[in-house]
């Protein structure tokens, strides 16, 4: 149903706090950029992040959300003191501090109504594998994904914007091109949560028909009123073609597809 919504939309306002962001969030946003729909992304976070001391730096941890959305309003930061301090101080904290919130939310608004359809990704014809890894899968193994996609005639692209030894801006710009050209993504959702960028390229992948692979190990289930026990957030778990847990799987997977 969700995804049924999705495919109706002609705008998105995400809300984002970080510097956790919520995967299913993410994946929403993959999903509209690959369709043009135009995101206009609402964060509270008062950090910016990037790969070295010296810079750039970029409003979230994934660097691919800023240069996918249309706009980014920050409210972050803390309304003055009144000068006529109120007994209620806690009812005088929050009056004050709404304020910056509500006026973030309508920025948002008046950005979405304003802002042009995204760039749709070009077709992907390519036969291409976009591996997207994360650090809860050591190097070693992820050049072993790589090879093993290389002997199968997969040309792969292995995403480098989060390297530290890269031009950053030019490298989201050759992740998300060579991401839209390929016909197989490879992403990792090990961890607390699936990140970020794993995420996007899931969202994305669903949004344009692609089969996502994900690596992830045996882990904590979810329960939840209502639902089945879940391994994953649910836009996540069902959207992904096949998850591995060893480079034998992911070679079945592939030679499956």
Same mark, same amino acid.
């Given at each position: 149903?969700?995804?049924?919504?999705?495919?109706?939309?002609?705008?998105?306002?995400?809300?984002?706090?970080?510097?956790?962001?919520?995967?299913?969030?993410?994946?929403?946003?993959?999903?509209?950029?690959?369709?043009?729909?135009?995101?206009?992304?609402?964060?509270?976070?008062?950090?910016?992040?990037?790969?070295?001391?010296?810079?750039?730096?970029?409003?979230?941890?994934?660097?691919?959300?800023?240069?996918?959305? =249309?706009?980014? &309003?920050?409210?972050?930061?803390?309304?003055?003191?009144?000068?006529?301090?109120?007994?209620?101080?806690?009812?005088?904290?929050?009056?004050?501090?709404?304020?910056?919130?509500?006026?973030?939310?309508?920025?948002?608004?008046?950005?979405?109504?304003?802002?042009?359809?995204?760039?749709?990704?070009?077709?992907?014809?390519?036969?291409?594998?976009?591996?997207?890894?994360?650090?809860?899968?050591?190097?070693? &193994?992820?050049?072993?994904?790589?090879?093993?996609?290389?002997?199968?005639?997969?040309?792969?692209?292995?995403?480098?914007?989060?390297?530290?030894?890269?031009?950053?801006?030019?490298?989201?710009?050759?992740?998300?091109?060579?991401?839209?050209?390929?016909?197989?993504?490879?992403?990792?959702? #090990?961890?607390?949560? =699936?990140?970020?960028? =794993?995420?996007?390229?899931?969202?994305?992948?669903?949004?344009?028909? #692609?089969?996502?692979?994900?690596?992830?190990?045996?882990?904590?289930?979810?329960? =939840?009123?209502?639902? &089945?026990?879940?391994?994953?957030?649910?836009?996540?778990?069902?959207?992904?073609?096949?998850?591995?847990?060893?480079?034998? &799987?992911?070679?079945?997977?592939?030679?499956?597809?």
């Amino acid at each position: 149903m969700d995804c049924e919504r999705l495919r109706r939309i002609d705008g998105m306002i995400a809300i984002l706090h970080g510097p956790s962001l919520d995967d299913g969030v993410c994946m929403e946003i993959g999903f509209a950029a690959a369709r043009g729909v135009p995101v206009v992304i609402l964060t509270t976070d008062f950090q910016s992040y990037g790969p070295r001391t010296d810079g750039p730096a970029f409003v979230f941890p994934e660097p691919l959300l800023q240069m996918l959305a =249309a706009r980014v &309003e920050r409210a972050y930061r803390l309304a003055p003191p009144s000068r006529h301090p109120s007994r209620d101080r806690f009812s005088a904290f929050r009056g004050r501090n709404i304020r910056p919130l509500d006026a973030a939310i309508d920025q948002a608004v008046d950005a979405l109504l304003t802002a042009a359809p995204h760039a749709t990704p070009t077709s992907h014809a390519q036969r291409l594998a976009f591996i997207e890894p994360s650090p809860y899968l050591p190097d070693s &193994e992820w050049r072993d994904v790589a090879r093993q996609l290389q002997a199968r005639d997969w040309p792969v692209h292995v995403a480098v914007r989060l390297r530290a030894d890269m031009n950053t801006h030019s490298a989201i710009q050759a992740d998300w091109d060579a991401f839209c050209r390929s016909t197989l993504a490879v992403v990792d959702v #090990r961890g607390p949560e =699936a990140a970020p960028g =794993a995420a996007l390229m899931i969202g994305a992948c669903t949004a344009t028909g #692609r089969p996502v692979l994900a690596g992830y190990t045996a882990g904590c289930q979810t329960f =939840a009123d209502g639902r &089945e026990p879940n391994w994953r957030n649910l836009m996540i778990q069902y959207a992904v073609y096949g998850r591995f847990t060893s480079i034998g &799987e992911l070679i079945a997977l592939t030679d499956a597809l």
